[in-house]
Each structure stands twice: as structure tokens, then as C-alpha cells.
Nanobody
Framework: VQLQASGGGLVQAGGSLRLSCAAS????????LAWFRQAPGKQRELAAR???????NYADSVKGRFTISRDNAKNMVYLQMNSLTPEDTAVYYC??????????????WGQGTQVTVSS
């Protein structure tokens, strides 16, 4: 299984970026998907999540600015990030998960893509 994240970069405050994550080696449509982020010196945190039925959840800090979406035909998950602020600077990771039994999960992480927002 591979999750290949891309689309990070340097952007000025107020700008936008679109992250992409290409998945391979898994039955994509049965996995929930998420984007996590980890800022320097901080714990990794959930930014956005999308279920197999395309229901979405967002961290309060990104709500209204970020949009997660998925394309099951292309095995892709996206994160559209608008109105970026320096506080959004972090390494962004894509994540795939599926429940395999009532008490266990199977999950995978991508390698991360750096997003840097300058003030």
C-alpha cells in the first residue's frame, strides 16, 4: 500500500494550495480518508476527514477554509486550503483507515508534504 502526497509548497498568507494524495495497493472506496498535520514542536493533529459515504469533519481551526474531497475512480483524496495563515504551516499527511473487526483497524500513512505559509 502506498499513499503519495503532493502539492505542498510556500505560499503567502491569504493564499491557497491544493494537496493531493494518490493511493495504490488498497481497495480505495472502502477506506475512510483524512489529512493530518504536524507543526514544528507540536503533536500531529487531524485537519479533515472524509468517510466512505463522503461525510466530512474538520478541525475547528480549518473549518470554513479547508475542503476535503475524494475521487474513488482515481484513488485520490484532496485537500483544498484557502485563506491560509502562518498557523497552517506544517507537514501534511494523508491517512487511510478501515475497520477490519469490531475492535481493530487497518490504517496507512502517506509520507507527508510540507506547507509553509509566510506572513
Amino acid at each position: 500500500v502506498q499513499l503519495q502526497a503532493s502539492g505542498g509548497g510556500l505560499v503567502q498568507a491569504g493564499g491557497s494550495l491544493r494537496l493531493s494524495c494518490a493511493a495504490s495497493g488498497l481497495t480505495f472506496s472502502i477506506y475512510g480518508l483524512a489529512w493530518f498535520r504536524q507543526a514544528p514542536g507540536k503533536q500531529r493533529e487531524l485537519a479533515a476527514r472524509i468517510t466512505t459515504g463522503s461525510s466530512t469533519n474538520y478541525a475547528d481551526s480549518v473549518k470554513g477554509r479547508f475542503t476535503i474531497s475524494r475521487d474513488n475512480a482515481k484513488n485520490m483524496v484532496y485537500l483544498q486550503m484557502n485563506s491560509l495563515t502562518p498557523e497552517d504551516t506544517a507537514v501534511y499527511y494523508c491517512y487511510a483507515y478501515v475497520r477490519t473487526s469490531w475492535s481493530s483497524w487497518s490504517d496507512y500513512w502517506g509520507q507527508g508534504t510540507q506547507v509553509t505559509v509566510s506572513s
